[in-house]
């Protein structure tokens, strides 16, 4: 993304700095295909790394305050990722914990003066919050119909067996060894149920 292409994506660049004075630890700023994730990649190397992580927090928090209301900032508001890009051998990564207004990704690589960015391959990840069509979590209509006839019949409910029934046993019952808190017809339909 940059200020010649934020109108197509309904995003003013201004409300997370000011456009033309761009920061100098901004590298890039990237918006997912499907325009539901924002992607800042920042250079570590300019500041210290609790200090970058907590300037872009305010910018992010500022921006998706002034633009709350706004559908596509709503789709983008909890998916914004910060990906600090460091050449040190051991970046401090214990920011990528801190889920605060953002995510953080803490990377070694290099920083050319053409700000492209090299990641070695033991360093490359999969980025997060990949959207899951909602396809995936719809009901299987199969399944549902094999529970609803393994459940009583709709004039009975499940509720309604479990019921405690205070009714008088009769006095041959109570003699006996068996006693039922059940009559005969609500064990046979426990039974279907339970052999199902």
Known sequence: MNEKNENTYHINLDDIFD??????ELIEIYIS?????LFFI???NKRDINELCDIWDDRIRIFTILNGKDEVIQRLKY????????SDDMPDRNRERNLCI??????KGKIRPDAQVYIDDDEAIELPFYMISAEVFLPDKEQINELE????????????????KRKKMPRRNRESNIEKSFDDGDFKK???????
């Open 102 to 107: 953002s995510r953080k990704i803490i990377l």
């Open 79 to 86: 998916n914004i990722i910060q990906i600090i890009i460091c």
């Open 149 to 164: 006839q393994l459940l009583p019949s709709k004039n009975d409910s499940i509720l309604d067996l479990l019921k405690k």
């Open 19 to 24: 456009v033309d004075n761009k920061p100098s």
């Open 42 to 44: 920042i250079d570590g």
């Open 33 to 37: 295909e499907q325009q539901d994730e």
């Open 190 to 196: 426990i039974k279907r149920w339970l052999e199902s």
